[in-house]
C-alpha cells in the first residue's frame, strides 16, 4: 500500500491526521536535521498503523514535506 504524507516537522506533539483516501497530515516533534524527521515519521506511522517499522519504507520525498511511503503489510 503507497500513501501520501504532508509532514509538519517541530510541533508540539507526534500525531497522525487522516486527509483524504490515502493522504495524512503527520506531526512531529523532531527537527528536520540529519533525517531526524524521517526517523521519527517512520516510527510514529508504524504506531499508527500497527506494522514493524522495517515495514514502512518512504520512496518519495526524503527531504520534502511531502513524501510517499510503501507500506509492506
Known sequence: MRIY?????????????????????????????????NIMLLKVLSEHFGVSRSSLKIVGGKSARIKMVDIDE
Open 5 to 37: 504524507v504532508k509532514v509538519n516537522p517541530r510541533s508540539s506533539k507526534n500525531e497522525v491526521t487522516k486527509t483524504g483516501e490515502g493522504e495524512y497530515k503527520v506531526k512531529l516533534t523532531a527537527p528536520p536535521v540529519d533525517g531526524k524527521a
